[in-house]
T-cell receptor, first 115, second 112 residues
Framework: GAVVSQHPSRVICKSGTSVKIECRSL??????MFWYRQFPKQSLMLMAT?????????EQGVEKDKFLINHASLTLSTLTVTSAHPEDSSFYIC???????????FGPGTRLTVL | QQQVKQSPQSLIVQKGGIPIINCAYE??????FPWYQQFPGKGPALLIA?????SEKKEGRFTISFNKSAKQFSLHIMDSQPGDSATYFC???????????FGGGTRLMVKP
């Protein structure tokens, strides 16, 4: 139980295009989902907290107009990187809270490469 | 106040050894302390978590020791195996479902 999936697992796009990443809780309902980015050999950096049916809360320094988050249902949150540039290349990971003890479970991550 | 400091940054042990990873926190409002294991190119996986009402928790070969007065907690891996080679992150939050503050990570290598 407590499985979180992400799609796609990796994406390569041209500079200026937009990329959507999906995060799903497969066997539980997640009222809260989190989006992180991780650079090589570094820790996870929280980008935003997403609650179902409400606007996401972004961490300081994260551009909300560039990283659009939609949490339309209790099992799905999406992150859209708009007008992507090479500096947006990173490993994006989502997590969802759930399970008996309301713990955070992470997805497998999405590797974004912007050419 | 939100920082979690993790050490060492990297660790090499022989198979069967007991690597120990330490974390220290400042925010006394933290009351949930999980450890995550991450393999290259994968998302973190929850290993084990502890709350301040106990000083130790063991699950399989993984043990968390918690010192509330010192605001420190540590992960011990008993009988370590090469398959344990990964990056380990400690974290803390005010509640299991709340935002996690992560330590910087420890890259563990277990040599055969």
């Amino acid at each position: 139980g407590a499985v979180v999936s992400q799609h796609p697992s990796r994406v390569i796009c041209k500079s200026g295009t937009s990329v959507k990443i999906e995060c799903r809780s497969l066997d539980f309902q997640a009222t809260t989902m989190f989006w992180y980015r991780q650079f090589p050999k570094q820790s996870l950096m929280l980008m935003a907290t997403s609650n179902e049916g409400s606007k996401a809360t972004y961490e300081q320094g994260v551009e909300k107009d560039k990283f659009l988050i939609n949490h339309a249902s209790l099992t799905l949150s999406t992150l859209t990187v708009t007008s992507a540039h090479p500096e947006d290349s990173s490993f994006y990971i989502c997590s969802a809270t759930g399970g008996l003890y309301n713990e955070q479970f992470f997805g497998p991550g999405t590797r974004l490469t912007v050419l | 106040q939100q920082q979690v400091k993790q050490s060492p940054q990297s660790l090499i042990v022989q198979k069967g050894g007991i690597p120990i990873i330490n974390c220290a926190y400042e925010n006394t409002a933290f009351d949930y302390f999980p450890w995550y294991q991450q393999f290259p190119g994968k998302g973190p996986a929850l290993l084990i978590a502890i709350r301040p009402d106990v000083s130790e928790k063991k699950e399989g070969r993984f043990t968390i020791s918690f010192n509330k007065s010192a605001k420190q907690f540590s992960l011990h891996i008993m009988d370590s195996q090469p398959g344990d080679s990964a990056t380990y992150f400690c974290a803390a939050s005010g509640n299991a479902g709340n935002m996690l503050t992560f330590g910087g990570g420890t890259r563990l290598m277990v040599k055969p």
